[in-house]
């Protein structure tokens, strides 16, 4: 019992990394050093114990439970420790113990050949067989999950629930499999190799309609991507024919009242129309050459001047395409920020808006900073029921970035509250 349940629990905790690292990799979640010590306690313990006990205390006829049993509380650990939800949680613990069915197969064929032996009615009455036995599994289990395709591809899609499905089919198949050849067939050569033959056949159709799933998805990720691009050019071109026409007329007004000699007219008339402008003749917002963030910047200008806010923006560099960032996510984060800016200023009557761009071979910052009536706060929104959305919204989107670094910064001397976007270029 002691040997099992030792050989159980380092086993357990290999299973716990690598349920991490694919968690931490494909759902680029922010995991903190308690969070990680408590899953892998917690994970280890639950399944190494409860692993020994039913191996070494219930018949062998009714092991099956054992599976099961840890499966559920396996996924539990995963959604409540790590906080990824239910569907991501079966998803992970799916491709580890998919990773590991494929190299239970090969544990028979390895043992018959090499030490002659029935795994069986061998493993658990020889600690070292049975220690053998699980780096063997979790050798391959790692090669699986590590170096194909497969577990990067299900931790990138955004519809996982037929992925799922699949996956829990594959699974339960494979374990039918596995406990037929251990109970009824006592791993006879033939019945191996076709259970082997039909598990390839099956798993290699399931990874075949997961990467072509991956890929039609990819496709209408990009066809929707395009069409919001699209409509940010359109909008664009919209204001500026807007902004061409209406100063053709303002133009007109002021021509017919110099010619009339009302000089003081015109000049009253010119400062009246010199807010309407100020959107597009200020040249910074010009190196913005991304269509997305013109047009969703170009239109929160001329929106905040409207409502009589100064509206300074700067930009450094040229901000043109940003790869590794979905543009309709990060125009509606900064659509969120800057509608944010623009309440808070009018509510406090400081109307003043500062925004800032830079742009680097390395990243590329925004900043939005507007001064506030009272100290905010950050953990929660102060709107009141039914509103603030927008910043959940907002952190919602953030979190399926890596590379995008996001803090709010809070000047109690000055009352300015800045928001600030890191966009790391080059990192997924």
Avoid at 136 to 158: D, E, M, S, W
Avoid at 319 to 325: E, F, L, T
Wanted: charged share 15%.
């Amino acid at each position: 019992m002691f040997g099992l349940l030792v050989v159980n629990t380092i086993f357990v905790l290999v299973t716990a990394y690598m349920i991490y690292f694919f968690v931490k990799k494909n759902y680029n979640i922010v995991i903190s050093i308690k969070q990680k010590v408590l899953f892998f306690v917690l994970f280890g313990l639950l399944n190494s114990i409860i692993s020994s006990f039913i191996m070494s205390s219930l018949p062998e006829y009714i092991q099956f439970i054992r599976p099961i049993i840890l499966s559920f509380l396996s996924i539990a650990v995963i959604r409540y420790i790590l906080k990824v939800n239910w569907l991501k949680s079966l998803i992970s613990f799916c491709v580890i113990m998919l990773g590991t069915s494929v190299g239970i197969f090969f544990i028979p064929i390895i043992f018959n050949l090499v030490y002659n032996v029935d795994p069986p009615s061998s493993l658990t009455q020889n600690t070292f067989l049975y220690f053998l036995n699980n780096i063997i599994i979790y050798v391959i289990a790692f090669l699986f999950v590590r170096f194909t395709p497969f577990a990067k591809i299900v931790g990138q899609l955004k519809d996982m629930k037929p992925v799922a499905i699949l996956l829990v089919a594959t699974i339960a198949l494979m374990g039918s499999q596995i406990f037929i050849l251990q109970n009824l067939y006592k791993y006879k050569l033939i019945i191996l190799i076709f259970s082997i033959i039909s598990s390839i056949i099956y798993l290699s159709v399931s990874i075949i309609y997961t990467m072509q799933y991956q890929k039609s998805e990819r496709i209408l990720e990009e066809q929707k991507q395009q069409a919001f691009y699209n409509q940010s050019l359109s909008i664009a071109l919209q204001d500026f024919q807007r902004f061409k026409h209406d100063q053709v007329n303002h133009l007109s007004v002021v021509y017919s009242m110099l010619e009339k000699n009302n000089v003081i007219d015109a000049l009253n008339y010119l400062k009246e129309t010199q807010n309407t402008t100020k959107s597009f003749t200020n040249s910074a917002l010009f190196n913005i050459t991304n269509a997305g963030l013109f047009g969703i910047i170009s239109s929160k200008i001329d929106k905040a001047i409207q409502a009589g806010i100064d509206f300074n923006i700067k930009v450094i560099g040229q901000v043109g395409s940003i790869p590794n960032v979905k543009i309709s996510e990060l125009c509606e984060v900064v659509g969120i920020y800057l509608d944010n800016a623009i309440e808070e200023v009018i509510q406090n009557g400081k109307l003043k808006i500062n925004m800032a761009l830079t742009s680097t071979d390395q990243n590329v910052v925004l900043k939005i900073s507007n001064k506030c009536g009272e100290i905010p706060t950050l953990n929660k929104s102060s709107k009141g029921i039914n509103r603030g959305h927008g910043l959940v919204i907002a952190n919602r989107i953030l979190s399926a970035y890596s590379n995008i670094l996001h803090s709010n910064i809070f000047d109690k001397a000055t009352m300015e509250f800045t928001q600030m976007l890191t966009i790391k270029i080059g990192v997924k």
